[in-house]
């Protein structure tokens, strides 16, 4: 099947900081998506791309669609509690990444 | 009332045991999806359809099987579980275009 590969598998970071994760893949991806998952619950759709290049801003989340259509990367402008979770890429609809486990310290 | 409801939400059966994971949603779309989540793996799709007649099988479809008994409808059973079936297992639907929207999860163990 097709291989969705994320990092960074998890991060600790401080109230406030920024975060980056990616993901990379072996094949090229017609849409890429990224999802969060809470604790306990179903994951939940952030950011759709359906353009490679194309990048596109939720409040303080910004995604990109990588040039070469195999990677897609996810940024998180000044983080809060809240923002704890897995967050989870997808291309093509299906093919869902192995997750980045996000944790912030207030 | 929530749009994907999963039934049961956690589940523990023994090796060799039928089981069912029902899945119901309110939001009309046509396809669903089962999914599994396994630590360090993400999410990983079993089965799929897109319509009541349609059944496809995803990336890990072996020792399970599907029923779409209805447009709201779509369950999975495991018809011998074994252990390594232990897993949190999700169901989805989604209209045309590729924003899934997904169940509450349903933990299964099997001992």
């Known amino acids: 099947g097709q291989q969705l590969n994320q990092s960074p598998q998890s991060m600790f970071i401080q109230e406030g900081e920024d975060v980056s994760m990616n993901c990379t893949s072996s094949?090229?991806?017609?849409?890429w998506l990224w999802y969060k998952q809470d604790p306990g619950e179903g994951p939940v759709l952030l950011i759709a791309?359906?353009?490679?290049?194309e990048l596109t801003s939720n409040g303080r989340l910004t995604a990109q669609f990588g040039i070469t259509r195999k990677d897609s990367f996810l940024n998180i402008s000044a983080s809060i509690p809240s923002d704890v979770g897995i967050y989870f890429c997808?291309?093509?609809?299906?093919?869902f990444g192995t997750g980045t486990s996000l944790t912030v310290i207030p | 009332d929530a749009d994907v409801t999963q039934t049961p939400r956690n589940r523990i059966t023994k090796t060799g045991k039928r089981i069912m994971l029902e899945c119901s949603q309110t939001?009309?779309?046509?396809?669903m999806y089962w999914y599994r989540q396994d630590p360090g793996l993400g999410l990983r799709l079993i089965y799929y359809?897109?319509?009541?007649?349609?059944?496809n099988k995803g990336e890990i479809s072996d020792g399970y099987s599907v029923s779409r008994q209805a447009q709201a409808k779509f369950s999975l059973s495991l018809e011998s579980a074994i252990p390594n079936q232990t897993a949190l297992y999700f169901c989805?639907?989604?209209?045309?275009?590729?924003?899934?929207?997904f169940g509450p999860g349903t933990r299964l163990t099997v001992l």
């Open positions: 989805a639907t989604s209209n045309i275009g590729n924003e899934q929207f």
């Open positions: 094949s090229i991806f017609n849409t």
């Open positions: 791309l359906y353009k490679a290049g």
């Open positions: 997808a291309g093509n609809q299906f093919y």
């Open positions: 939001k009309g779309h046509d396809r």
């Open positions: 359809s897109f319509d009541v007649k349609d059944i």
